[in-house]
Every structure is written in structure tokens, then in C-alpha cells.
């Protein structure tokens, strides 16, 4: 019986297991680097998206307010009624918010991609959620700042027969508000297929030379019979 070759508690040199040779381009990036982040830069990245994106609705309320048509109402003694019954200043307002949230939108996943081109699903998280934050902070601070809601106490202010605005409000809120959170998150995953990083293909190189030709059961069977024939089953005669 003759000993193994290989020494015990050693791999052989063709062992699959074996860590990958020195010059192979399969080491894993390290943590924290800035082109692969990690779960806690992930964290802080997506929660600086959402807040800033949060208050960029502040701007989108200003906007509004200042953008949207106003609907002219008027009263007499018993009663409100809108100054021009077939206008569509009612819908203007509506129209107006989502015009505005589209462009935002649009803007807003532009800037989180050149900026966080390599973030990963966290990032798109607080970019959606910032969104919907933002339209709903939007939507409340343009019905905050603009007419007051009580009809009433401003006819009796304006007196019968003025015209006055009616308050800013949105009838579709919720089509409304999810514009921007959509648009963002349709705009975001445009850019990633078209712009977005690609991984790099392993280089399978260093790992061919290290570990050389398949030997063994594994290599299948020859391709042919030896150059002199096969032999006879009584090792060849000679002749008589």
C-alpha cells in the first residue's frame, strides 16, 4: 500500500473548494466603499433623500398657489354661487398640481440618480416615500396659505354682489398626489436601464491557469483506441 500524496489537513492542488489564486479579479469590494455601500450608508442615503425631497414640497406648494386659476364666487342675501357657472377655473387647480408634480418628479429622480447612481433599493424607497410626502406637504400648504375655507364669513366681508375667491383645494387628491411619487419612481427606473453602472464580468483567467485541465472521471471518455489496435484477449499469437 503506498501513502497519499497529498499531505493530510492539505488541499490538493485541484481542489474546487480552494480559495481562488492571488491574481484573480473575483475579491469581493470592500465595506463601506462608496461604489457598492453598504446597509448603513444605504440608511443614511435613503433617509437624506426622503427628507430633502420631503421639503422640496414646500416649493410645490408656493407654486401652486401661485400658478393655479382662481374661482371667482359671488352672494347675495341667501346664499354663494360661482361668478361664471361653465368656467373651468375648478378644475384648473387640479390641473395645475399635476403639471407641477410631473415636472418636480421628473426633476427630483434626475438629481437622486447623478447623484446616487450606484444606490440600491433603499435609495429608491425614500425617494418614493419623499414624493409622497412632498405632494401631501404641497397640497396643505397651498390650501394653508391661499383663500380661507370659510365661504361664509368672507361673502359677508365682500358684501353682496362682489366677487371674491373661493378657496384653493384639489377635488382628485389622490390623483393628485401620487403623480409625483409615480413619475419620480417611472423617470428613476428609465435612467438606471439606460444609464445605470453594469457589473463587470469576472475575469475566469487566473483560475483556468491555476487549476489547468480537468483530469480524472470527470474528463470523459477517449477519444479513440490506441495507435497500434486493440489487442487480443491472448496478449497476440505469433505464427506457427
Given at each position: 500500500m503506498t501513502a497519499p500524496l497529498t499531505p493530510p489537513h492539505q488541499p490538493g492542488p485541484h481542489d474546487p473548494w480552494?480559495?481562488?489564486?492571488?491574481?484573480?479579479?473575483?475579491?469581493?469590494?470592500?465595506?463601506?466603499?462608496?461604489?457598492?455601500?453598504d446597509t448603513a450608508t444605504e440608511l443614511r442615503q435613503a433617509a437624506a433623500v426622503l427628507v430633502l425631497v420631503a421639503l422640496a414640497g414646500i416649493v410645490l406648494g408656493l407654486l401652486w398657489l401661485w400658478?393655479?386659476?382662481?374661482?371667482?364666487?359671488?352672494?347675495?342675501?341667501?346664499a354663494v354661487f360661482?361668478?361664471?357657472?361653465?368656467?373651468?377655473?375648478?378644475?384648473?387647480?387640479?390641473?395645475?398640481?399635476?403639471?407641477?408634480?410631473?415636472?418636480?418628479?421628473?426633476?427630483?429622480?434626475?438629481?437622486?440618480?447623478?447623484?446616487?447612481?450606484?444606490?440600491?433599493?433603499?435609495v429608491v424607497?425614500?425617494?418614493?416615500?419623499?414624493?409622497l410626502l412632498a405632494s401631501l406637504v404641497a397640497w396643505r400648504?397651498?390650501?394653508?396659505?391661499?383663500?380661507?375655507?370659510?365661504?361664509v364669513a368672507r361673502a359677508r366681508e365682500a358684501g353682496q354682489g362682489v366677487t371674491f375667491d373661493a378657496p384653493l383645494e384639489l377635488h382628485s387628491v389622490w390623483v393628485a398626489v401620487?403623480?409625483?411619487?409615480?413619475?419620480?419612481?417611472?423617470?428613476?427606473?428609465?435612467?438606471?436601464?439606460?444609464?445605470?453602472?453594469?457589473?463587470v464580468e469576472p475575469d475566469w483567467s487566473g483560475y483556468a491557469e491555476y487549476?489547468?485541465?480537468?483530469?480524472?472521471p470527470l474528463a470523459g471518455p477517449a477519444?479513440?483506441?490506441?495507435?497500434?489496435?486493440?489487442?487480443?484477449?491472448?496478449?497476440?499469437?505469433?505464427?506457427?
Open positions: 480552494q480559495a481562488p489564486p492571488s491574481g484573480s479579479h473575483l475579491a469581493a469590494p470592500s465595506v463601506g466603499d462608496p461604489d457598492d455601500p400658478l393655479a386659476p382662481r374661482v371667482p364666487l359671488v352672494s347675495d342675501d341667501t360661482l361668478k361664471n357657472s361653465e368656467g373651468e377655473e375648478a378644475i384648473g387647480a387640479d390641473g395645475t398640481f399635476v403639471l407641477l408634480a410631473i415636472g418636480f418628479g421628473a426633476l427630483s429622480a434626475a438629481a437622486v440618480f447623478w447623484r446616487l447612481r450606484r444606490g440600491g433599493v433603499l424607497v425614500g425617494l418614493a416615500l419623499g414624493a400648504v397651498g390650501v394653508w396659505l391661499g383663500p380661507s375655507s370659510d365661504v401620487l403623480a409625483w411619487p409615480f413619475v419620480a419612481m417611472g423617470i428613476h427606473l428609465l435612467l438606471t436601464a439606460a444609464f445605470g453602472p453594469r457589473d487549476y489547468g485541465p480537468v483530469q480524472g477519444s479513440g483506441p490506441p495507435a497500434g489496435g486493440t489487442p487480443s484477449a491472448g496478449g497476440g499469437g505469433g505464427a506457427a
